[in-house]
């Protein structure tokens, strides 16, 4: 059975940082692209950052680039989501996916808020 469980994620003042994991299990971690997404309240779901599955190129939505950093630990199955410079903007629930051909996994997602 697929999990992915994304922890890390809270209440933070804007200008701060978050890191958000994602760890993977049921899966052959190293085959699968792996990605974060976000939901806000009232608006769709969007990208946030993707990683090959070897852990190279990863690309970013241009509202993040420079403030987030995707990583992948292939030995600890885990995805990683470091955000700092956090905006209010930034706030929403962020998901783990996890793609390979036409497998496709979520996790449960982890809120982020960010506030004063």
């Known amino acids: 059975q697929v999990q992915l469980v994304e922890s890390g994620g809270g209440l933070v003042q804007p200008g701060g940082s978050l890191r958000l994991s994602c760890a993977a299990s049921?899966?052959?971690?190293?085959?699968?692209?792996m990605s974060w997404y976000r939901q806000a309240p009232g608006k769709e779901r969007e990208l946030v950052a993707v990683?090959?599955?070897?852990?190279?190129?990863?690309n970013y939505a241009d509202s993040v680039k420079g403030r987030f950093t995707i990583s992948r630990d292939t030995a600890k199955t885990t995805m990683f989501l470091q955000m700092n410079s956090l905006k209010p903007a930034d706030t929403a629930v962020y998901y783990c996916?996890?793609?390979?051909?036409?497998?496709?996994?979520w996790g449960q997602g982890t809120q982020v808020t960010v506030s004063s």
């Open positions: 990683i090959s599955s070897a852990g190279g190129r990863p």
């Open positions: 996916n996890a793609v390979k051909g036409l497998l496709d996994y």
């Open positions: 049921g899966l052959t971690f190293s085959n699968y692209v």
